[in-house]
């Protein structure tokens, strides 16, 4: 599968789809706070087991950093 994350093109290998949630197992995304989109649909934390991310799709990994 290939896509684009974080506007590089990224091969999945054995791959033609995969959930959100498989996506940040696979690049080990651990940061507590993720912004995660899809063709740039927002999706939320609830809907990461069933969001399927296909062959071709742009997507946006952000991790959210606070400090003061």
């Keep these: 599968m290939q896509i684009t994350l974080n506007n590089r093109p990224e ?9 959100v949630s498989e996506l940040l197992d696979y690049k080990n995304f ?27 799709d742009d997507v946006k990994v952000i991790h959210l950093i606070s400090g003061g």
């Design 11 to 19: 091969e999945i290998p054995g791959k033609d789809q995969m959930t």
């Design 30 to 56: 651990t940061f507590k706070f993720l912004v995660v989109r899809i063709n740039d649909k927002t999706i939320m934390p609830g809907e990461y087991e069933e969001s399927v991310i296909r062959d071709g």
